[in-house]
């Protein structure tokens, strides 16, 4: 089982690395990785507070693979995104792979994106405002961008207050 410290944090490198795809035949591992991602996410939420989505590669897990939990759990596989609205909105961040800092970011207001689901069932997601961020965070993380690299300006950090 792993927990929140086995999530990679910033300065690891392998944050920084763009992840492979999900193959149909790595269908068998997927539950165990979405057990590891679950239990480590919900570390997260119990001593920082926060936590929806975490991607495999916060555990070095490095497939195009997304865990989130909203009213229930959803596993996204190889998720590509198809639209983005022009409009945008500015909003303060968080990530498990640095839980006590902020950063200010702008992300688009609505996205569309489609994915496989853990029964490789090909999905279409469309999801506004903080959805459509979280979302953008979580498949940044797939091609190795964190949140800090988005950042607004260089006055766009902050410390979390617990």
């Known amino acids: 089982m792993k927990t929140a410290d086995d999530i990679l944090l910033i300065g690891n490198p392998r ?14 591992e997927i539950n165990n990785w979405v057990n590891d991602l679950h239990s480590a996410m919900e570390d997260i939420r119990k001593k920082y507070h926060f936590g929806r989505g975490i991607a495999a590669p916060q555990l070095g897990i490095m497939k195009r ?13 190889n998720p590509k995104i198809v639209y983005k609205s022009k409009e945008m909105f500015e909003l303060w961040d968080d990530c498990m ?18 994915y496989y689901n853990e029964h490789w069932e090909l999905k279409e997601w469309i999801a506004e405002n903080d959805l459509a961020e979280l979302f953008q965070h979580e498949f940044d993380h797939l091609d ?3 949140a800090t690299a988005r950042a607004i300006d260089n006055t766009s950090f902050k410390w979390r207050t617990l």
């Open 97 to 114: 792979s640095f839980p006590n800092l902020l950063v200010k970011v702008n992300r688009h207001k609505s996205i569309k994106f489609v």
């Open 65 to 77: 693979l997304v865990y989130v939990n909203l009213d229930k759990p959803y596993v996204i596989i």
């Open 15 to 28: 944050l920084n690395e763009v992840s492979i795809p999900v193959l149909e035949s790595e269908l068998p």
């Open 144 to 146: 190795g961008i964190l």
